[in-house]
């Protein structure tokens, strides 16, 4: 491809493609059930948006929603935060991936790093989570108590969350590269009934014991009943760890167990997901049985266009949101492909690899892995047989237009390019792909159905072809019930509410086109994104403020659309005390130890003084606004510092970093 710029048209779906569309089939069924017309995707979306209720509704219908009791009305409050959603309802997330599954197919093809392929078949995965189920409810675990796993993306972690969710607990996850004091940051909030854990993990080649790390788990969470182990390393003494072991726990179940689903509201907790601000301890987000169930069969249907053929797969984690949307591909009848390892061993082939020998169909992966392919200079369509794959999805941070080029040019000529963006707060991407629309280079094809997204000015205006807040007008079922433990939901109205009373300020920035597509250009605020998984700042600070040697602490994310993610660090010493490489690795140990090792900084900077409000907060971004270049004047004001003498610095890191 030459000539490629922004807004460049890179594809065009086939008349076959539209044809066999699941978003042209609801469109059909509209027509047929609702005597409603469409004469394109944005009709739909305007009319998504607009009769919400009717939409939400439709989808019920249309998808068949396993319950023993529907709702009245789709939506009796439609106010945010506060929206109340199909009152009366009561159904089961876990019952209704049962309903659609598919006998004699794959439900998942998982590998782990070090070992071979497998395929688990439905009746595999509802017989172990029937025998994981009877035996939560023989300990005493009630709909409302929690329980949490410190595991890696395997099946058995699915497993565990469809036996907690047909009980009716409340599910919590967080991946074992997670230290010990981030994973308690999460799970103490919400203290946990029952734990589920591995032994260890393998990652790039290298073993990982966790059993140290779980120790201090079940030390530091007083309220555990039961701490089930699951062995991945497969040596050592288990039993130290007072713990049953996955394999005995099945092996000791009557392995002829019903696999029963308490009937649950519409709005009972399903899980806890944890998004962090700036300040205090991660955010656990709850949200519920019905709203998520509703939002992935939307997300995995129509806008992803899954179908009973196809095999899904999507890098990530358990301490990832994507991990949920990945399970939610099951509710398409997909089989879902299941990784656990570093994408990048042995080398930067080993998921083109794995789409190859699984025949994947949709390739989930990141604008920072299509990157690193780049710079690998690897040809994945040279090497493996990729002919299968379809579409493409990234989410994580902006696909720069070089990404969109690679992608067409070194996996697949002819597959939809789905760029999406929206976040752990609603576990959904609300902008992304739309199987009836083109792709252009750079762009994201638009707002997703039932999500009323738009830029907004500072003044509170909607604004076409600016870069803008990103923002949510209308409620959708997903959006967070509440924040665990968050009296008259403060914090929750803190967090989203607090710029535009009554609108979902996300926290990005975004800009859309007179077409209606839509670029991401990173965060708005100060929130640290590595890799798709958000971290608090203060999490970070905590850390390393821990050490002795260090007096205060400044780090920025400066992820940005076109740019490579790079996080520096920046630290005030004790007199005397020099940034030595021991120093240095000290940090960094400690960052990667209690945090994860995701976080740990590009580089760390020795610096006199952090800038400060006369209110005493850390000027993350206003410092963050002038390292991506922005005049000093605009992003920062002196007279609302402590000491403004701070900013130069970093003006003069600015000017170093646009020389690059």
Same mark, same amino acid.
């Given at each position: 491809?030459?000539?490629?710029?922004?807004?460049?048209?890179?594809?065009?779906?086939?008349?076959?493609?539209?044809?066999?569309?699941?978003?042209?089939?609801?469109?059909?069924?509209?027509?047929?059930?609702r005597?409603?017309?469409f004469?394109?995707?944005?009709?739909?979306?305007?009319?998504?948006?607009?009769q919400?209720?009717?939409?939400?509704?439709s989808?019920?219908?249309?998808?068949?929603?396993?319950?023993?009791?529907?709702?009245?009305?789709?939506?009796?409050?439609?106010?945010?935060?506060?929206?109340?959603?199909?009152?009366?309802?009561?159904?089961?997330?876990?019952?209704?991936?049962?309903?659609?599954?598919?006998?004699?197919?794959p439900?998942?093809?998982?590998?782990?790093?070090?070992?071979?392929?497998?395929?688990?078949?439905?009746?595999?995965?509802?017989?172990?989570?029937a025998?994981?189920?009877?035996?939560?409810?023989?300990?005493?675990?009630?709909?409302g108590?929690?329980?949490?796993?410190?595991?890696?993306?395997i099946?058995?972690?699915i497993?565990?969350l469809?036996?907690?969710?047909?009980?009716?607990?409340?599910?919590?996850?967080?991946s074992?590269?997670?230290?010990?004091?981030?994973?308690?940051?999460?799970?103490?909030?919400?203290?946990?009934?029952?734990?589920?854990?591995?032994?260890?993990?393998?990652?790039?080649?290298?073993?990982?014991?966790?059993?140290?790390?779980?120790?201090?788990?079940?030390?530091?969470?007083?309220?555990?009943?039961?701490?089930?182990?699951?062995?991945?390393?497969? %040596?050592? &003494? +288990? #039993?130290?760890?007072? =713990?049953?072991?996955?394999?005995?726990?099945?092996?000791?179940? !009557?392995?002829?167990?019903?696999?029963?689903?308490?009937?649950?509201?519409?709005?009972?907790?399903?899980?806890?997901?944890?998004s962090?601000?700036?300040?205090?301890?991660?955010?656990?987000?709850?949200?519920?049985?019905?709203?998520?169930?509703?939002?992935?069969?939307?997300?995995?249907?129509?806008?992803?266009?899954?179908?009973?053929?196809?095999?899904?797969?999507?890098?990530?984690?358990?301490?990832?949101?994507?991990w949920?949307?990945?399970?939610g591909?099951?509710?398409?009848?997909?089989?879902?492909?299941?990784?656990?390892?570093?994408?990048?061993?042995?080398?930067?082939?080993?998921?083109?690899?794995?789409?190859?020998q699984?025949?994947m169909?949709?390739?989930?992966?990141?604008a920072a892995?299509?990157?690193?392919?780049?710079?690998a200079?690897?040809?994945?369509?040279? %090497?493996? &047989? +990729? #002919?299968?794959?379809? =579409?493409?999805?990234?989410?994580?941070?902006?696909?720069?237009? !070089?990404?969109?080029?690679?992608?067409?040019?070194?996996?697949?000529a002819?597959?939809?390019?789905?760029?999406?963006?929206?976040?752990?707060?609603?576990?959904?991407?609300?902008?992304?792909?739309?199987?009836?629309?083109?792709?252009?280079?750079?762009?994201?094809?638009?707002?997703?159905?039932?999500?009323?997204?738009?830029?907004?000015?500072?003044?509170?205006?909607a604004?076409?072809?600016?870069?803008?807040?990103?923002?949510?007008?209308?409620?959708?079922?997903?959006m967070?019930?509440y924040f665990?433990?968050?009296?008259?939901?403060?914090?929750?109205?803190?967090?989203?509410?607090?710029?535009?009373?009554?609108v979902?300020?996300?926290?990005?920035?975004?800009?859309?086109?007179?077409?209606?597509?839509?670029?991401?250009?990173?965060?708005?605020?100060?929130?640290?994104?590595?890799?798709?998984?958000?971290?608090?700042?203060s999490?970070?600070y905590?850390a390393?403020?821990?050490?002795?040697?260090?007096?205060d602490?400044?780090?920025?994310d400066?992820?940005?659309?076109?740019?490579?993610?790079?996080?520096?660090?920046?630290?005030?010493?004790?007199?005397?005390?020099?940034l030595?490489?021991?120093?240095?690795r000290?940090?960094?140990?400690?960052?990667?130890?209690?945090?994860?090792?995701?976080?740990?900084?590009?580089?760390?900077?020795?610096?006199?003084?952090?800038?400060?409000?006369?209110?005493g907060?850390?000027?993350?971004?206003?410092?963050?606004?002038?390292?991506?270049?922005?005049?000093?004047?605009?992003a920062?004001?002196?007279?609302?510092?402590?000491?403004?003498?701070?900013?130069?610095?970093?003006?003069?890191?600015?000017?170093?970093?646009?020389?690059?």
């Open positions: 491809m030459t000539d490629i710029s922004e807004g460049s048209l890179l594809w065009r779906p086939s008349p076959k493609v539209i044809e066999n569309a699941n978003l042209t089939h609801y469109m059909h069924w509209l027509a047929d059930q005597g409603l017309t004469g394109s995707y944005g009709d739909l979306w305007d009319w998504s948006v607009t919400v209720a009717d939409f939400w509704q989808l019920w219908d249309y998808f068949g929603v396993t319950a023993s009791q529907t709702a009245v009305t789709p939506l009796s409050n439609s106010a945010m935060p506060g929206a109340a959603w199909f009152p009366g309802a009561r159904l089961n997330y876990a019952e209704n991936f049962f309903a659609r599954m598919w006998h004699g197919r439900a998942i093809y998982a590998q782990n790093e070090d070992q071979p392929l497998r395929e688990i078949g439905w009746e595999e995965i509802r017989e172990k989570t025998v994981l189920a009877q035996h939560l409810r023989s300990i005493g675990v009630q709909p108590d929690r329980v949490v796993a410190y595991m890696p993306h099946p058995e972690t497993i565990a469809f036996a907690a969710a047909s009980v009716g607990a409340v599910w919590s996850s967080c074992p590269d997670f230290g010990s004091r981030s994973v308690l940051d999460r799970f103490q909030q919400i203290e946990p009934t029952v734990l589920l854990a591995v032994d260890g993990y393998t990652y790039g080649g290298k073993r990982f014991d966790r059993r140290e790390t779980i120790a201090e788990l079940q030390e530091g969470l007083p309220t555990l009943r039961e701490t089930i182990l699951v062995s991945l390393l497969g %040596d050592g &003494d +288990l #039993r130290e760890l007072d =713990a049953i072991v996955w394999d005995d726990l099945l092996a000791q179940t !009557d392995v002829s167990a019903d696999l029963t689903f308490e009937q649950l509201p519409f709005d009972h907790p399903l899980w806890v997901l944890y962090s601000g700036t300040t205090g301890r991660p955010k656990p987000i709850v949200q519920s049985h019905g709203g998520i169930l509703l939002e992935h069969l939307k997300m995995a249907v129509l806008h992803l266009d899954l179908q009973p053929d196809d095999r899904f797969f999507w890098y990530t984690s358990t301490g990832w949101m994507m949920n949307f990945l399970i591909g099951l509710l398409a009848g997909a089989s879902i492909v299941v990784y656990n390892g570093s994408p990048g061993y042995p080398d930067t082939n080993a998921l083109w690899a794995l789409a190859a699984t025949g169909t949709y390739f989930g992966t990141s892995f299509v990157s690193a392919c780049m710079k200079g690897i040809q994945p369509n040279r %090497d493996f &047989d +990729l #002919r299968a794959i379809r =579409a493409v999805g990234s989410t994580g941070s902006p696909l720069t237009v !070089d990404n969109f080029v690679w992608v067409y040019e070194h996996v697949n002819d597959l939809a390019l789905e760029s999406v963006s929206g976040g752990t707060d609603l576990c959904t991407a609300f902008v992304g792909g739309c199987r009836l629309l083109p792709i252009f280079a750079g762009e994201i094809q638009g707002a997703c159905l039932g999500a009323k997204v738009q830029a907004f000015n500072d003044a509170g205006e604004v076409v072809d600016e870069v803008g807040e990103l923002v949510i007008t209308q409620p959708m079922p997903s967070p019930l665990w433990n968050d009296a008259d939901n403060v914090r929750y109205r803190d967090s989203y509410f607090d710029m535009f009373p009554g979902w300020r996300h926290g990005d920035w975004i800009k859309f086109t007179e077409r209606g597509g839509c670029v991401i250009y990173g965060r708005s605020d100060s929130t640290i994104n590595r890799q798709g998984i958000r971290m608090g700042t999490e970070i905590q390393v403020e821990s050490l002795d040697e260090v007096l602490s400044l780090v920025i400066l992820e940005l659309l076109g740019r490579e993610s790079y996080m520096p660090l920046f630290v005030v010493l004790r007199e005397g005390v020099t030595d490489a021991d120093l240095q000290r940090i960094k140990q400690k960052i990667r130890a209690d945090i994860s090792p995701r976080h740990v900084p590009n580089e760390i900077f020795a610096i006199e003084q952090i800038p400060y409000t006369l209110s907060k850390k000027m993350e971004v206003p410092v963050r606004r002038i390292l991506l270049g922005q005049d000093v004047n605009k920062a004001n002196p007279g609302a510092m402590r000491n403004p003498q701070a900013i130069g610095y970093f003006v003069e890191m600015a000017k170093r970093l646009g020389e690059l």
